[in-house]
């Protein structure tokens, strides 16, 4: 297991349609300027992919429980060179109470703490800031939250 970099959005509001659209277009207007060529075409000429758009891969079923579907989902795609993985948990309130309060409820979103794992988090949540209050964590292995903003 590695280490994360993490983005909570404290929020009720977590519709999947609504969440997946705002993020997957975060990355998408971050990344879109840098694509000079179709990926297609730059592999046929031989060129270099060093940015790819985000592909989102759909919550997953439980193995153990085929009647749960998960409401974690991922954005996969490439930055500067670096293919990232984005993980969305719209599911897990509970791993927010030790750090944001009993009663909290949000959205987490966990990216490997590498290359340019704060400037990509920190972009999302900007975006997310509509959402509810965003709070940033370079480093899963502290507890040293950094809110995004004063606007919310």
Not at 9 to 15: M, N, Q, R, Y
Not at 26 to 41: T, V
Not at 113 to 120: K, L
Request: proline letters at 3%.
């Amino acid at each position: 297991m590695g280490v994360d970099t993490k983005g909570v959005i404290l929020t009720s509001k977590k519709d999947f349609w609504e969440v997946r659209q705002t993020i997957g277009h975060a990355l998408y207007k971050a990344i879109r300027p840098h694509i000079e060529m179709p990926e297609w075409r730059a592999k046929r000429e031989g060129a270099d992919v060093n940015w790819k758009l985000p592909e989102m891969l759909a919550p997953l079923q439980s193995y153990s429980d085929p009647e749960y579907i998960s409401r974690s989902f991922q954005f996969i795609f490439k930055w500067n060179g670096e293919e990232r993985i984005l993980w969305v948990h719209t599911d897990c309130d509970c791993d927010l109470q030790a750090s944001f309060g009993e009663d909290s409820e949000g959205i987490i979103l966990s990216l490997g703490m590498w290359g340019s794992s704060e400037e990509i988090m920190k972009m999302v949540l900007e975006d997310m800031k509509g959402f509810g209050e965003c709070y940033f964590l370079l480093s899963d292995v502290n507890d040293d939250w950094e809110k995004i903003g004063d606007d919310v």
